[in-house]
């Protein structure tokens, strides 16, 4: 054995010591098979349990945005296609309401057992359609999908122990509208609590990625769910706009852009409808010089890098301290040569496809303009495909808290990275953010944990890990992120009237 | 007395890293070249108290032409035998670039004063070894003894003169990853050439996540004093398919300078044929029957 460790390549050129990658074995490529899921190239609106054209009959393109090609047509609806589905949803809520709550129970955890049964199919188009990579959605949204169902199917015939005294009834018809960046995952955090507590729904998926809620609605119909519980309308902003100003809509619950999310609360003022708004985040990553540094390093990377970084709590801004910035760096950036980006389906790929063009041209666009003079933006030397959207794994240092770069909602895959020097610096930094979804504390100091967990202004702050998701756990924001709580029994309030007192929920 | 500064490992990280990269898949190519490097980094490995000169010699020849026939199948990395035993395995292996490695220092439990446990060394080294496999005091090291511990190892790596060095951590004993941690860095500043997990005698003998964290270790190390050390993961690895996970682990983690038998090795026995039955399979597209492959 050579062990005099300056054999070759590593010393070649430069004197420190350097790691080489790839050179010595390649993965092949591992793609899922996927010519076994059939598109239909037109499906239409889902309308009080079958699949309908729309009024206008107008229809757009869907497309896989790892390579532009496209996958199927997707319905416009107009306010009367929206009228007709909410129609359907008032008159399916009585029954559903009445049904005894194990009952409703029963037809959830049918459909949690059905998204378990078909998940394989799911979790490709949902790549396909969406650009994640099969990895994720297969490991990661559709067992939290099914577990979302479970969860709630056992909170079907439990609301008067959730809300004791209060004589929890059902809200009525409620509009949703979700982001293309869960598709599913948003749909089953909408769809399971509001079913759970005696509610119709009419939804809508986003323009980009409405395939999977479509297949959904195939699944719904082999559970046999009554017509009209469930609608599925799709479309872009006016069909949106149409379904949360219907008057015969009791409730809005909405999950997107601060903006649109804005602009919805001022459009229902004085409307009497209640109001669930999940907006975005700008949350921090805080790692502390006592950290276990490479399983902070991941952790970084998981919250900023997991799904191309279109997550509303991703950790998009790291606050590291001064003390091991160089190093920590060093290893970040080396970890995120590691990334393995490209075609979603291909079983190893890590970072798939920006969702969109628009998408792809607004963190371009963030990128270049919101940094001042001094940053340094550091990219992922990876190879991107031809075709597609596409935007390598990017980090962005010597940044200030002005920066735009620091304080706006990227949405994609790029981290922005400062320091602090004292725990109160980084309470101080962290919480300086219009927004407050979630935070991240990485330490091995328990006490540490505690007092910087108290401090932050965020919905969700992960202690060494992030991005973890319970449907037990409530998930939700502060300040410009919205209000109202996803999941647990926090979750259920958002679905239920109390007439018999407001407590606490 | 402690006196390193060694910092904290997060187990649950460690655990979810290693079964997020136990998730690659490896196909077609990279299965065969994969199949073909674990061969080049097994230590073939007979350590029973009921070993003979006969079974020493059989696995001698497997070691050298694992599967007969086909000789895109490279020759093992090393035969690993008790110390009475590396005169049969040196004359076995003359002319082949398998190297003989010999478990040292009172194997499996190192309950044996420092002077027994060098001459064992050297004992080993003079019968033609130019590979040693060391025992650390557990009981030592886990009271505390580090300092004592590092001079054993140094001193040990003394008597190797140039047989290499691999230091048995036995980490199943070890009980956290953050004492692993610490024995992996008292390991390496007493100059070892290879961390090594287990004896094979204990329960558990390697995991994933503890070899992950050898690797990030020996990575560091390197980038920080430019010497590169060894892994070997030893014990419990019986299928091909967790043998690559442990590739896996190698690519991702120290990447093209580890990918090789003098930086990486698997210490096993009943590994080697289920790797072969793959190999056959990748080549004809049929499993084998196990009885095909001789049992050495």
Avoid at chain 1, 439 to 456: H, P, V
Avoid at chain 2, 215 to 224: G, I, N, Q
Wanted: charged share 25%; hydrophobic share 45%.
């Amino acid at each position: 054995m050579q062990n005099d460790g300056r054999s070759n390549a590593e010393s070649a050129g430069s004197e420190r010591p350097t790691l080489s990658f790839g050179a010595a074995w390649q993965y092949a490529p591992a793609p899922e098979a996927s010519d076994w899921v059939e598109i239909p190239d037109r499906r239409g609106l889902f309308l009080d349990g079958a699949f309908v054209a729309p009024a206008s009959d107008q229809w757009f393109e869907s497309i896989n945005p790892a390579t532009e090609a496209v996958l199927g047509h997707v319905a416009r609806a107009d306010a009367s296609d929206v009228d007709r589905a909410v129609q359907a949803a008032r008159r399916a809520q009585p029954a559903w309401a009445a049904l005894p709550a194990e009952h409703r129970a029963r037809y959830l955890f049918r459909i949690a057992r059905l998204l378990q049964e078909r998940a394989r199919e799911l979790a490709i188009l949902e790549s396909l359609d969406g650009g994640k990579p099969i990895r994720e959605s297969r490991d990661v949204d559709l067992p939290l999908c099914a577990a979302h169902f479970f969860h709630h199917a056992g909170w079907a015939d439990k609301l008067e122990l959730a809300f004791p005294g209060a004589c929890p009834e059902p809200v009525g018809v409620v509009g949703q509208v979700i982001p293309w960046n869960f598709p599913l995952l948003m749909l089953a955090w909408k769809l399971a609590p509001a079913l759970a507590c005696g509610n119709t729904v009419v939804l809508k998926p986003a323009e980009t990625t409405s395939l999977t809620a479509l297949r959904f609605a195939e699944l719904l119909q082999q559970a046999e769910l009554p017509p009209g519980v469930v609608n599925f309308v799709t479309g872009e902003g006016p069909t949106g706009e149409a379904l949360v100003t219907h008057p015969g809509i009791d409730k809005v619950a909405f999950t997107g852009s601060t903006a649109v999310g804005k602009a919805i609360q001022a459009r229902l003022a004085g409307s009497g409808k209640d109001l669930t708004l999940e907006l975005g985040g700008k949350a921090a990553h805080i790692v502390f010089e006592d950290a276990a540094i490479d399983s902070a390093v991941e952790g970084v990377v998981r919250g900023i890098f997991f799904n191309q970084g279109h997550v509303c709590c991703a950790g998009s801004r790291l606050l590291v301290q001064e003390s091991i910035h160089d190093a920590f760096l060093q290893k970040l950036v080396r970890r995120m040569e590691r990334i393995r980006v490209g075609d979603p389906l291909d079983k190893n790929t890590d970072m798939g496809a920006i969702n969109s063009r628009a998408q792809l041209q607004r963190i371009e666009a963030l990128v270049a303009a919101g940094t001042s003079d001094g940053a340094r933006v550091h990219q992922s030397g990876c190879e991107l495909p031809g075709k597609g959207f596409w935007f390598r794994p990017t980090l962005v240092s010597g940044v200030s808290q002005a920066d735009r770069i620091v304080r706006e909602e990227v949405f994609g895959p790029v981290l922005a990275v400062t320091t602090f020097r004292t725990p109160d610096e980084a309470v101080q930094k962290a919480n300086d953010t219009p927004y407050g979804l979630s935070a991240g504390i990485w330490t091995d100091k328990g006490s540490r944990i505690l007092w910087m967990a108290s401090r932050m202004r965020a919905g969700v702050v992960w202690n060494n890990t992030f991005n973890r998701f319970d449907p037990g756990a409530p998930f939700g924001g502060f300040k410009e992120s919205g209000f109202g709580r996803e999941g647990g029994r926090q979750g259920l309030a958002a679905y239920v009237r109390r007439p018999g007192g407001l407590v606490q929920g | 007395m402690r006196t390193l500064d060694v910092p904290p490992v997060d187990a649950v990280a460690l655990e979810t890293r290693a079964a997020e990269l136990a998730t690659r898949s490896i196909k077609k190519d990279a299965k065969r070249a994969g199949l073909r490097m674990v061969v080049e980094m097994i230590d073939l490995t007979t350590l029973e108290g009921q070993d003979t000169p006969g079974k020493v010699r059989a696995l001698c020849r497997k070691a050298r032409a694992p599967l007969a026939g086909d000789p895109e199948v490279p020759p093992v990395a090393a035969v690993c035998v008790y110390p009475d035993l590396v005169p049969v395995a040196v004359e076995a292996l003359v002319g082949s670039t398998v190297q003989v490695a010999s478990v040292a220092t009172h194997f499996p439990a190192g309950r044996a004063p420092l002077q027994q446990k060098l001459d064992d060394v050297r004992y080993a080294v003079a019968a033609g070894a130019t590979e040693i496999d060391m025992v650390i005091d557990r009981g030592e090291f886990l009271r505390g003894g580090e300092a004592l511990v590092l001079g054993e190892i140094a001193a040990v790596k003394e008597a190797c003169g140039e047989a290499h060095l691999k230091v048995i951590l036995e980490t199943g004993e070890l009980g956290t990853y953050d004492r692993i941690r610490r024995a992996c860095r008292v390991a390496l500043e007493a100059g070892a050439d290879f961390l090594k997990t287990s004896t094979g005698k204990v329960s558990p003998a390697s995991t994933r996540p503890v070899v992950l964290l050898m690797l990030e270790e020996v990575r560091d190390h390197y980038l920080a004093t430019g010497r590169i050390v060894g892994v070997k993961a030893a014990g419990g690895i019986r299928t091909a398919k967790d043998a690559l996970r442990y590739l896996v682990m190698v690519n991702e983690t120290c990447g093209d300078l580890w990918l090789r038998p003098d930086r990486f090795r698997f210490g096993a026995s009943s590994l080697l044929n289920d790797v072969l039955m793959q190999w056959v399979r990748l080549g004809d597209g049929r499993y084998q029957r196990p009885e095909d492959f001789s049992q050495d």
